[in-house]
């Protein structure tokens, strides 16, 4: 009998652990929901396209079955594919209309510049920066894009080639530091959200965000280097591929004089993304803005070329007419 009262016991305990836990967790799920739902709501590039009684019923309802369901209804409701969510590895991702990159151009595939005379080649491929802080892969990045300037620029270059196809994104800072070369000083383009204007800008050698410098926040010196002939050419390679952060270097290299695109267009993700920390080492990374060239354009369905162009040999021909003629 003693027995018995003392399983009772337990079982009622047991029971009772279980309901405070149902109860918590469902309470933190509605927790991490509504924090989830006041970020889009104030910080979404879409925010003043989407019924948000709406919006905030469907990620409560999601949250009642786990939180990854929220951030699925959320993101794929809020209907941008720049936006996600990152948990370790793990990226959650919405649920939108399947994008194709229409790449029947053939604008891929291996440039032969060494076929053209007192021309240099920069690919510049993508690149991601650690969350944790770690910037020694950066500093690498822009070592070896500056070296390999250095090392093919001399004097009498007739211009250069900077290739973007296949630039993804990333972290565009790295990028536009390793491009300073061929940058001039002052206005590259910029951040817009519709509120608030952010200027991306090259100052006294250095890269910065409004009033931050990126060189400082990779311990890269400013002024590495800078071509010879200030003067030459720039053509900037495209293609479908060139997304995210590679079309925010497109759009900063349109503020030199002597630029000509030729590819395709690109992807059509030139907007800003904000990583937003969430509890448990996990993030947020939402769009909030466009991207703009100095000129104040913003291009939210992608960087069409000023050349278009169907074939690796085909680029070639074109791009040497414009340098040569």
């Not at 919006?55 to 409701?77: H, Y």
Request: charged fraction near 20%; glycine fraction near 10%.
């Amino acid at each position: 009998m003693h027995a018995f009262v003392k399983t009772a016991k337990l079982n009622i305990l047991l029971l009772l652990v279980l309901s405070v836990c149902a109860v918590s967790c469902a309470e933190s799920n509605e927790d991490f929901a509504d924090k989830l739902i006041a970020t889009f709501q104030s910080k979404s590039i879409n925010k003043g396209q989407i019924d948000w009684v709406e919006f905030s019923a469907k990620v409560q309802e999601s949250a009642r079955i786990s939180k990854d369901s929220a951030i699925v209804t959320a993101l794929t409701l809020n209907n941008n594919p720049h936006s996600w969510y990152k948990r370790g590895d793990l990226p959650l991702k919405g649920y939108y209309a399947q994008q194709i990159v229409n790449d029947s151009c053939a604008s891929t595939g291996f440039f032969n510049s060494k076929l053209l005379r007192d021309v240099g080649y920069v690919r510049v491929p993508r690149f991601s920066s650690s969350l944790s802080g770690d910037q020694s892969g950066a500093k690498a990045y822009i070592a070896e894009i500056i070296s390999k300037v250095k090392q093919q620029d001399r004097p009498g270059m007739k211009g250069w080639i900077i290739d973007l196809r296949g630039n993804g994104g990333g972290d565009m800072w790295p990028m536009l530091i390793a491009l300073e070369p061929f940058l001039g000083e002052g206005v590259l383009g910029g951040f817009n959200d519709g509120e608030e204007l952010q200027e991306w800008r090259l100052k006294s050698g250095a890269v910065y965000l409004d009033r931050q410098s990126q060189n400082s926040r990779f311990d890269v010196d400013p002024g590495q280097y800078k071509v010879v002939n200030g003067r030459a050419k720039i053509v900037v390679l495209i293609n479908g591929n060139t997304g995210s952060s590679g079309e925010a270097v497109a759009i900063a290299l349109k503020s030199l004089k002597q630029v000509k695109y030729f590819g395709v267009k690109t992807h059509g993700f030139a907007t800003s993304n904000e990583i937003i920390p969430f509890p448990g080492g996990e993030y947020l990374i939402l769009t909030t803005g466009f991207m703009q060239d100095i000129h104040g354009k913003q291009y939210p369905e992608g960087i069409h070329p000023d050349v278009l162009t169907c074939s690796v040999d085909q680029l070639r021909e074109q791009v040497s007419n414009w340098l040569y003629k």
